[in-house]
Nanobody, 117 residues
Framework: QVQLVESGGGLARSGGSLRLSCAAS????????MNWYRRTPVVGRELVAT????????KYDDSVKGRFTISRDNAKNMVYLQMNSLRPEDTARYYC??????????WGQGTQVTVFS
């Protein structure tokens, strides 16, 4: 079964940290670019961070640069998002997303992150 399953969301105080995890199964994970998106009712969907299939290249939205770190473990079919110095505006539902060169896409069900001041 092709799926992405996120975990690690929850409540955090402003300035705190959370680590999101995404477990992939049912597809050749090592060939897919992995992304973390987030969605809020006001802003809509944002691309937060991207990591290449090998893990050698990463990109971040300016709003999280220097605070969030995306990483992956191809041996375990896992991708992570370490979120430090959290702010209330980081409150959102975070989604793991996989994309291939032939435009195939896979979405997880999301995990809620709520940051309070």
């Amino acid at each position: 079964q092709v799926q992405l399953v996120e975990s690690g969301g929850g409540l955090a105080r402003s300035g705190g940290s959370l680590r999101l995890s995404c477990a992939a199964s049912g597809f050749p994970f090592e060939y897919y670019t992995m992304n973390w998106y987030r969605r809020t009712p006001v802003v809509g969907r944002e691309l937060v961070a991207t990591i290449s299939s090998s893990g050698g290249s990463t990109k971040y939205d300016d709003s999280v640069k220097g605070r969030f770190t995306i990483s992956r473990d191809n041996a375990k079919n896992m991708v992570y998002l370490q979120m430090n110095s959290l702010r209330p505006e980081d409150t959102a539902r975070y989604y793991c997303h996989a994309s291939s060169e032939d435009t195939r896409e896979i979405w997880g069900q999301g995990t809620q992150v709520t940051v309070f001041s």
